[in-house]
């Protein structure tokens, strides 16, 4: 029986040729297609999988361990499989006929999403299914995916528009090229184009299904895993290869440091000021590992019982993973002002694995701006509820589709 430890093995026997091919990865901005070979013909992206599908079906979290293990070693490589690593838990609750479909004769097939679209974008019900037109931001690793799921506002006579999960095979869509970034550089995060696709209602999904405990998905699928809500619980799809560029970030400082010499002959490794960096950065990013591992333990036994997360703990599950974000950033920091001008060359693999850091923080799931306050005020009494995320979006689409 294959193990998460199985899988977070495979993925660091690949760290070496991830790190050989770190620059033309980010001059590629995307990945290469020998890097998404190897990360599918490993089986790593699978774990989440149902088995149905020719998956592992481990607990929810299997995806991230082994993103956070690739991203130790390049940070895009990480961050793509842990977005397509996630994709391939929550198509475990998608409609059976797009699973049917999507995975039949392909159970690798890799599938890219975008949750934020432009002004303008919707989907319009006629007949047997939808017409979809509007554009999609940041749809990380899509060159080399066959598939593309797109969050879209369905406009309703009253009311918040509903929103639907609508999956598009390639030749649907056309990629529109956008990414040009300091960090995450080869996550190929580009936007999507859809000019007036029919999409039959098989292959859509509305988005609250998704975020419920019971899903369409889960008449084929009923484990236990499947049965987390998908808006609650993403962020540690993208936490998790966060922490893996700052632990990269530390490994490659401590490589470096360790046979450093300052201008006077002096080993840089007898300051008591680079150890005491060296131990602060250690015990944040030790810190951030033990909230990431606790909370995906704690829901995942919630789940196992056929529980229900209650509103205060999806807040505080947020809350963590922006705050290891805020962890991994302030780790790496910390090393790169004790490096000098070394420690910001392009090629200095810190300034990397920092910049990655940066780049993987700024994602919107895991702002501590919007997490932290959304904690507090759930801690305050002063709003939210089982819904809020869900209508949150609904009333951000509904503005959009005014303009």
């Given at each position: 029986?294959?193990?998460?430890a199985?899988?977070?093995?495979k993925?660091?026997?690949?760290?070496?040729?991830?790190?050989?091919?770190?620059?033309?990865?980010?001059?590629l901005?995307?990945?290469?297609?020998?890097?998404?070979a190897?990360?599918?013909?490993?089986?790593?992206?699978?774990?989440?999988?149902?088995k149905?599908?020719?998956?592992?079906?481990?607990?929810?979290?299997?995806?991230?361990?082994?993103?956070?293990?690739?991203?130790?070693?390049?940070?895009?490589?990480?961050?793509?499989?842990g977005?397509?690593?996630?994709?391939?838990?929550?198509?475990?609750?998608?409609?059976?006929?797009?699973?049917?479909?999507?995975?039949?004769?392909?159970?690798?097939?890799?599938?890219?999403?975008?949750?934020?679209?432009?002004?303008?974008?919707?989907?319009?019900?006629?007949?047997?299914?939808?017409?979809?037109?509007g554009?999609?931001?940041w749809?990380?690793?899509?060159?080399?995916?066959?598939?593309?799921?797109?969050?879209?506002?369905?406009?309703?006579?009253?009311?918040?528009?509903?929103?639907?999960?609508?999956?598009?095979?390639?030749?649907?869509?056309?990629?529109?090229?956008?990414?040009?970034?300091?960090?995450?550089?080869?996550?190929?995060?580009?936007?999507?184009?859809?000019?007036?696709?029919?999409?039959?209602?098989?292959?859509?999904?509305?988005?609250?299904?998704?975020?419920?405990?019971?899903?369409?998905g889960?008449?084929?699928?009923?484990?236990?895993?499947?049965?987390?809500?998908?808006?609650?619980?993403?962020?540690?799809?993208?936490?998790?290869?966060?922490?893996?560029?700052?632990?990269?970030?530390?490994?490659?400082?401590?490589?470096?440091m360790?046979?450093?010499?300052?201008?006077?002959?002096?080993k840089?490794?007898?300051?008591?000021?680079?150890?005491?960096?060296?131990?602060?950065?250690?015990?944040?990013?030790?810190?951030?590992?033990?909230?990431?591992?606790?909370?995906?333990?704690?829901?995942?036994?919630?789940?196992?019982?056929?529980?229900?997360?209650?509103?205060?703990?999806?807040?505080?599950?947020?809350r963590?993973?922006?705050?290891?974000?805020?962890?991994s950033?302030?780790?790496?920091?910390?090393?790169?002002?004790?490096?000098?001008a070394?420690?910001?060359?392009?090629?200095?693999?810190?300034?990397?694995m920092?910049?990655?850091?940066?780049?993987?923080?700024?994602?919107?799931?895991?702002?501590?701006?919007?997490?932290?306050?959304?904690?507090?005020?759930?801690?305050?009494?002063?709003?939210?509820?089982?819904?809020?995320?869900?209508?949150?979006?609904?009333?951000?689409a509904?503005?959009?589709?005014?303009?």
């Open positions: 029986m294959t193990t998460t199985d899988l977070v093995a993925a660091a026997a690949l760290g070496p040729k991830l790190v050989a091919r770190r620059k033309k990865a980010a001059e901005r995307r990945m290469p297609d020998e890097t998404m190897d990360l599918v013909d490993s089986g790593v992206l699978r774990a989440c999988l149902p149905r599908w020719g998956g592992f079906e481990l607990p929810f979290g299997a995806h991230t361990d082994i993103a956070m293990e690739l991203a130790r070693h390049d940070g895009s490589a990480g961050w793509v499989a977005i397509i690593g996630s994709h391939n838990w929550w198509m475990g609750k998608f409609a059976v006929a797009t699973q049917e479909e999507v995975l039949t004769d392909n159970p690798d097939a890799l599938i890219a999403a975008a949750f934020a679209s432009n002004p303008g974008s919707k989907a319009v019900a006629v007949d047997g299914g939808y017409r979809v037109t554009e999609w931001m749809t990380s690793g899509v060159h080399h995916c066959g598939w593309c799921a797109l969050m879209t506002p369905m406009p309703k006579p009253d009311g918040p528009p509903d929103l639907l999960m609508i999956m598009f095979k390639q030749g649907q869509y056309s990629i529109k090229d956008v990414w040009n970034v300091p960090g995450m550089k080869s996550t190929g995060s580009n936007n999507i184009i859809v000019d007036d696709v029919f999409v039959p209602t098989a292959r859509v999904t509305r988005v609250a299904a998704l975020n419920s405990k019971t899903s369409p889960q008449t084929l699928n009923p484990g236990w895993t499947y049965k987390l809500p998908m808006l609650e619980v993403f962020a540690y799809s993208v936490a998790g290869p966060t922490l893996g560029c700052a632990r990269g970030a530390l490994d490659s400082f401590i490589a470096q360790g046979s450093r010499t300052a201008l006077d002959g002096s840089v490794a007898d300051y008591q000021a680079l150890q005491m960096r060296v131990a602060e950065s250690a015990a944040e990013i030790d810190a951030a590992h033990a909230l990431y591992r606790a909370d995906l333990d704690y829901m995942n036994s919630v789940a196992a019982a056929d529980g229900d997360l209650t509103y205060m703990e999806t807040q505080r599950f947020k963590n993973c922006a705050y290891i974000a805020n962890l950033r302030r780790s790496g920091l910390r090393l790169i002002e004790a490096m000098g070394v420690g910001v060359d392009d090629g200095n693999p810190v300034q990397m920092f910049a990655d850091t940066l780049a993987g923080a700024a994602h919107r799931a895991l702002s501590w701006d919007v997490a932290g306050s959304n904690y507090a005020k759930a801690a305050l009494g002063i709003g939210g509820g089982p819904d809020e995320e869900l209508k949150k979006r609904q009333a951000a509904a503005a959009a589709l005014k303009t």
